[in-house]
Each structure stands twice: as C-alpha cells, then as structure tokens.
C-alpha cells in the first residue's frame, strides 16, 4: 500500500522521535517501503553542524544507525533554510512532495494550553496534516 515513508527527524531531539521511528519502520516492514529521514538545516552553523554538509553527514549517519537497528531500507533528504523555525512546514511539506512520498510518519507532542490557540500557533504536525497530499501519521 505504502511505498516511500516519510519520517521528519530533529537532530537535536532524536530521543524524542523513537516511537515514531519505531511506527514507520514497522509500516515499512509491513508494506516492504523505503523510509525517507527529512532534516532541515540553516546554512549558517547551528546544532546539526558547522555548515550544510556536516548537517547531511550526521543525517545520513543517523539513517545508517536506523536501517541496521530497524532492518529497512532509508534513504535521507536534507534541506537548508534561511530561516529553518519560521520555513519549517512550507520546507517540509516541500520536502515530502520532492521525494514523492505517500505516507508522513511524524512525531508531535500531547495537546497542551497552546494547542487550543492553534490559529496562532499551529503544530508541526496539523500543519502536515491539513495540507500535506500524502496520508499523515502522528504519533504521540
């Protein structure tokens, strides 16, 4: 059913994305589907690496960490932003659209005071959600 997963990943929280990570290796196992790690990165230095290179460098060393603990196939999918905190939906949702993807496995967090003010401050995920074409998994 699914054929090309794809799985937005934060560096810097990656302890944070386990379970997500765990549900699209699972739907990728299931459907015999590559997954796709989605970064977004600055040019400028920032927690992921010095520059856009390094940032790709711990990305793909990420996925080859998960493709030998999951058993499936990945691939990455970086992309560099002027302004990754205020590009982040657009970059990604851009991002799912270039790599073809039919399904978005994506980490969010559980509904807080700030999620009843979402025309404020959208989630990552209901922004994925409401205008991604592929179908969206959140995971909690």
Known sequence: MYK???????????????????????LAR???????YIGVTAATPGPG??????????????????AKAQGIGVATHAVV??????DLDRSLLEA????GADLVVMATH???IADH????????GGAMAKQAKASVFLVR
């Open 30 to 36: 299931l459907h015999d589907a590559q997954v796709t």
């Open 81 to 86: 932003s002027h302004d990754p905190a205020a």
């Open 117 to 124: 003010f979402w025309h404020l401050w959208p989630s990552h």
């Open 4 to 26: 090309k997963i794809a799985v937005p990943v934060d560096l810097a929280h990656s302890d944070k994305l386990q379970k997500a990570i765990g549900v699209a290796a699972d």
């Open 110 to 112: 559980a509904p807080g």
């Open 96 to 99: 799912v659209e270039d790599i």
């Open 49 to 66: 690496g010095h520059n856009p290179d390094e940032y790709r460098a711990h990305l793909d060393a990420f996925a080859a960490e998960q």
